[in-house]
């Protein structure tokens, strides 16, 4: 039987990450000064208030969308996160999150919406994301550590990369998903493409949009864990120095304090996403039977594309 011929694929990997580190050090170096800028800001807006501050925004925020129960788990937690002392850590787990996240969307909404336009692009970009969220999760930290270094740098660079798809998917299907027939209608109208885009299919694909959001939001969370494993400073951290010592109870509590981030962003982001329905004057309290029909199918559709987007 013939031998089948050893293909090394890694060296010519391993060669170009040689190349750019050589080559492109300086635009390295002014990305990991604005990673370092932006986390030092947000982190600076996390911290500089009172401990108290910060959880009386928490709580308001779920009260702005009426959903008490929600800031009433939201003081449970802020107060529990205070007290096992890892408020410092807490925030720095934020701001990595919001920062990672901010820029994934940034990323993410745009090449979404360029993808529903055309089918060459989403070809393109449909394997590239399936290459993104099936490779393991620590392969991000290798060529981020060597062009970044060790430190909190990577730790963004490798979660906003890792946080990228579910935007990008979640948004190509919302827009590919408006109805043929109020796009059609909008250029008999006399619409321009970039006037449906921005005024028809965007506003009917948010539901899916806000989804692909939460989404990225949950994955930035999740991964901001594993780069606690090249010195990415929060919640992390503290589960990593739990591991590496043994230390069941630092590794609880870490662990902890990401499961109540977690939950509370995650019904934070949905709650902001669903839309707020005005009653009209003179309506009787009572929705009609079709709203009340269609919103548990808007729920389940929401469901079914996040759900898309995680597998």
Do not use: C
């Amino acid at each position: 039987m013939p031998e089948i011929p050893v293909i090394d694929l890694g060296a010519p990997v391993s060669d170009a990450v040689d190349w750019l580190t050589e080559n492109l050090g300086s635009l390295f170096d002014l990305i990991t000064d604005v990673m370092l800028f932006l986390l030092n800001a947000v982190l600076y807006v996390l911290t500089a208030p009172h401990a108290y501050v910060v959880t009386l925004v928490a709580v308001a925020l779920p009260v702005l969308v009426r959903k008490y129960g929600l800031a009433l788990f939201a003081l449970v937690a802020f107060v529990v996160i205070q007290a096992m002392d890892l408020w410092i850590q807490a925030m720095q787990t934020l701001a990595v999150v919001v920062v990672a996240a901010v820029i994934a969307v940034i990323i993410g909404v745009p090449v979404g919406i360029w993808a529903s336009r055309s089918r060459e692009v989403s070809g393109v970009a449909r394997p590239l994301l399936d290459l993104m969220q099936t490779l393991p999760v620590f392969v991000y930290l290798i060529p981020a550590v060597f062009f970044f270094g060790v430190g909190v740098v990577p730790g963004v660079v490798a979660t906003t990369v890792f946080a990228i798809p579910p935007a990008v998917r979640l948004t190509e299907l919302g827009i590919r998903g408006v109805d043929t027939e109020v796009v059609e209608a909008a250029h008999a109208f006399g619409a321009k493409p970039r006037q449906i885009l921005r005024e028809v299919q965007i506003p009917l694909a948010m539901p899916s949009i806000m989804a692909g959001v939460n989404q990225t939001i949950m994955l930035a969370l999740s991964m901001v864990v594993i780069a606690g494993m090249v010195g990415a400073d929060g919640l992390g951290s503290v589960v990593v120095r739990g591991i590496s010592t043994l230390d069941v109870g630092a590794g609880f509590e870490g662990g902890l304090g990401v499961v109540l981030l977690a939950i509370y962003l995650d019904r934070l982001s949905h709650a902001l996403s669903r839309p707020r329905r005005r009653r009209a004057p003179g309506r009787p309290a009572s929705a009609p039977a079709q709203t009340a029909a269609a919103k548990p199918a808007a729920e389940n559709t929401s469901a079914d594309e996040a759900a898309l987007a995680a597998s």
